[in-house]
């Protein structure tokens, strides 16, 4: 059982090129999300789907895309790369949208734009 | 909207010893759930604790507790009996349940970096 996998690692681009953050689950978890982690900051929500087909905004949304076309997979577009961009990115998956679950994380991607 | 304060960015901690990391929360909905997450040096985030808005008694998991009073708007966490391993960054975390949206999303505080001496 994989869990939550993102790729790549790590990832090293210039300012205005674009990329992918690619996001699986394996657990059928119909709800997912992207969050970015900065120094002193906790998470912030980017993204996030409750299912295939539907995607909301989350805090901090300028500059990303996503898509949710099928339910283990939630890609996290970066149209045209900045250097406020550079963050580590994780991806989440739980079940439902009720309180009770946990979120279950992803191992991050460490994105540095120059 | 929801918000999640830890006021302590650093804590030390001597092994064996308890240890508290503090958390307030702001919400105007009843039911949410809250959450506390650990990440080490190694970067992944890995879920500790949970308690319900509705729960009447407060959470364990191994070391861990959660001391819940619902009325102060904070969910400290108790680690007892700290060890080497659980240096780490430590995030507090909630959920809000309504039946019109919103989701599931988590709002997390800002961290308390937790180091265990010798």
């Known amino acids: 059982n994989a869990g939550v996998t993102q790729t790549p690692k790590f990832q090293v681009l210039k300012t205005g090129q674009s990329m992918t953050l690619q996001c699986a689950q394996d657990m059928n978890h119909e709800y997912m999300s992207w969050y970015r982690q900065d120094p002193g900051m906790g998470l912030r929500l980017i993204h996030y789907s409750v299912g295939a087909g539907i995607t909301d905004q989350g805090e901090v949304p300028n500059g990303y895309n996503v898509s949710r076309s099928t339910t283990e997979d939630f890609p996290l577009r970066l149209l045209s790369a900045a250097p406020s961009q550079t963050s580590v990115y994780f991806c989440a998956s739980s079940y439902s949208v009720g309180t009770t679950y946990e979120q279950y994380f992803g191992p991050g991607t460490r994105l540095t734009v120059t | 909207a929801q918000k999640i304060t830890q006021t302590q960015p650093g804590m030390f901690v001597q092994e064996k010893e308890a240890v508290t990391l503090d958390c307030t929360y702001d919400?105007?909905?009843?039911?949410?759930?809250l959450f506390w997450y650990k990440q080490p040096s190694s970067g992944e985030m890995i879920f500790l604790i949970y308690q319900g808005s509705y729960d009447e008694q407060n959470a364990t998991e191994g070391r861990y507790s959660l001391n819940f009073q619902k009325a102060r708007k904070s969910a400290n966490l108790v680690i007892s009996a700290s060890q080497l391993g659980d240096s780490a960054m430590y995030f507090c975390a909630m959920r809000v349940y309504r039946l019109t949206g919103g989701g599931n999303k988590l709002t997390f505080g800002t961290g308390t970096q937790l180091k265990v001496e010798l």
């Open positions: 919400t105007s909905d009843q039911s949410y759930g």
